[in-house]
């Protein structure tokens, strides 16, 4: 059950990328020789020619130097371009393992955002090892791996903005090149040796520097400069030596060293900032570049490359970090200091920067982490058979979930099962042999029910849905440190449940072999005493159990629990499953059989 169109189109797209990257690996060779003859070419003539006095000598020497010179640019071109081709090949990869289970090896699992409170998150594989994150994450900036993880953990669902998150996610889910050029920015700064701290950016861009550049400041670097002029003219005119000038220049030299401490203050963040922010603009600009039909991704163009949009701000910021790394050139920085109080002049710049722009460099990053979050639910539209879901919030008493087809998303696409149901609230027990399917089934309902709250497509035809706040209990363990026994930590988790319900909402709870942790006797009596507790109006509640006595349970009301059952059958005495779920309780076990199996 995949995409295969969009497949074909990932595998051809790698091989473009490939054949882009040979030729300029080729390129790359081409002009590190080229530089080599031209250098010494042009350093030999010259020098012969200024030795032997041979004019035509020493201008061709100078024609090597001045070609050598170009290509000192061409090369940085080149590597430029491969580092760009190698990450959008690198993306492209990344796509294609999604496919098969390739993507199980992506490092980026979301495992360090689980906490222990976060049940739902670890029982449906939404976050951590071998995850839902883990196979969808596009992320590479902090604000958009915070932004996935949000809504990877169902927090703050706004059931209003559903209708327009989806057009935004389906949009993005037919725009590959988009996807891959925007990933492969964010790889090229997260990759970036010195991190950009996103936090430290907006403290100290958003700050008004005035009092960390005093008055006295602004004084000093417009009457430096014209002193110097003014004393570099009279020299001109004759009207003193070049003593005067000279002494001027050294002085403000000196003025610009001792109040380094003063211009450090403002400049230093520049610095920091020039590392991340060419990475942030090359985002912005092929967000810029592209056109979007629907109104949140629109939005978020505007936000971007509009009136009050980052992308002016990281283009004037650009800009600063390259005049900023003058300073890097001692000789330079030294004489432009002597000459005009280089720094002041910049931090003068830095200030009505900060003016200008320095309002809105926060929402840049919410709008760069809020498209990379969208990516992140597209990719399952790239890389998947899906369909549409629909989430009704004005059902509150009688809850339901139909599905047509539904399929789990982290499952092999050739090997996935999918199934169909229609459920009305109340109970449902699922029984079915060890093996057979009945926690996969679970955890499909609610994984898919979860991408829907997502605004993402689900895996399946079709999903219709009351909006129920998920519960579940399925992944359940001891506490050795707090003595709390996995049966107990179970009790903790229905418990949970049940104050919930008291607060009339909808919810849905699914529980996996409930109460395991105990013998049979207590179990039946808990199990069932548990499940009428989980029943009424807004409460759906789906349970998997190998106790066909609790297929009997009744509700409050007095209304019957739903049953369906997985099953196994027998090929050449061979056990075997389909998957495939079914009405009514089971009839079968197969525990003997697996015992047997396995050698005993």
Not at 486 to 515: G, H, Q, V, W
Request: hydrophobic fraction near 40%; include cysteine; charged fraction near 25%.
């Amino acid at each position: 059950m995949i995409n295969v169109n969009m497949k074909e189109n990932f595998l051809k797209r790698n091989e473009e990328l490939k054949e882009e990257l040979r030729i300029l690996q080729k390129k790359y060779s081409t002009i590190s020789t080229l530089r080599i003859i031209s250098f010494l070419s042009g350093a030999g003539l010259f020098i012969v020619g200024v030795a032997d006095a041979l004019p035509v000598a020493g201008i061709f020497g100078v024609i090597f130097l001045l070609f050598f010179a170009y290509l000192i640019k061409v090369h940085s071109d080149v590597v430029n371009k491969t580092e760009v081709t190698e990450s959008m090949l690198s993306v492209v990869d990344a796509y294609i393992n999604r496919y098969d289970d390739g993507w199980r090896n992506f490092s980026n699992t979301g495992k360090e955002y689980l906490t222990s409170s976060d049940t739902v998150s670890s029982d449906l594989d939404l976050l951590g090892d071998n995850s839902l994150f883990q196979l969808l994450c596009v992320a590479h900036t902090q604000k958009g791996v915070e932004r996935l993880v949000e809504k990877m953990k169902l927090e703050n669902i706004d059931i209003a903005d559903i209708p327009r998150r989806k057009e935004a996610i389906e949009e993005l889910s037919d725009m590959s090149e988009f996807a891959i050029e925007y990933e492969a920015a964010g790889i090229r700064l997260a990759n970036r040796k010195k991190k950009f701290k996103v936090e430290e950016f907006v403290k100290n861009f958003q700050t008004d520097c005035t009092a960390e550049f005093p008055t006295w400041a602004n004084v000093a670097r417009v009457l430096c400069p014209i002193t110097f002029l003014v004393t570099l003219v009279l020299w001109i005119v004759g009207v003193c030596n070049y003593g005067v000038p000279l002494v001027t220049f050294l002085v403000i030299l000196s003025f610009s060293w001792l109040t380094k401490t003063i211009t450090d203050r403002i400049l230093l963040p520049i610095n920091s900032a020039g590392y991340g922010a060419e990475d942030y603009l090359a985002m912005m600009e092929i967000i810029q570049s592209n056109e979007f039909n629907s109104s949140l991704l629109a939005d978020i163009k505007e936000g971007v490359c509009g009136k009050n949009g980052g992308i002016k701000a990281f283009r004037k910021l650009s800009q600063l970090s390259q005049a900023y790394n003058i300073s890097f050139n001692p000789l330079i920085h030294q004489v432009l200091s002597g000459v005009c109080l280089w720094d002041y002049q910049l931090c003068a710049v830095v200030e009505k920067w900060k003016k200008r722009y320095g309002k809105y460099v926060a929402n840049s990053f919410e709008y760069i982490g809020e498209m990379e979050e969208l990516l992140s639910l597209s990719v399952l539209g790239m890389t998947r058979k899906v369909g549409d879901a629909h989430i009704d919030e004005q059902e509150k008493e009688q809850v339901k979930l139909s599905c047509e087809n539904l399929y789990h998303p982290l499952i092999l696409p050739e090997t996935v099962v999918a199934n169909s149901v229609n459920l009305n609230g109340g109970i449902t027990i699922i029984t079915g042999s060890n093996m057979s399917g009945k926690t996969t089934f679970l955890r499909t309902l609610a994984v898919n029910l979860a991408l829907a709250y997502m605004g993402a497509p689900i895996c399946g035809d079709s999903l219709n849905a009351s909006y129920m706040k998920i519960f579940t209990s399925m992944r359940v363990t001891d506490d050795v440190a707090n003595g709390i026994s996995t049966f107990y930590a179970e009790i903790l988790r229905i418990k949970s449940m049940a104050e919930y319900k008291k607060e009339n909402k909808p919810m849905i709870c699914l529980i996996d072999e409930i109460f395991k942790g105990t013998n049979s006797e207590d179990r039946i009596v808990g199990a069932t005493e548990a499940i009428k507790k989980l029943t009424g109006k807004g409460v759906m509640t789906l349970v998997s159990t190998h106790d066909f006595e609790l297929c009997n349970i009744t509700d409050e009301y007095g209304n019957e629990a739903t049953n369906y059952h997985f099953e196994e059958y027998y090929e050449n005495d061979e056990l075997k499953f389909d998957y495939k779920i079914k009405d009514g309780r089971c009839t079968t076990t197969n525990a003997m059989a697996l015992l047997k199996m396995a050698g005993f």
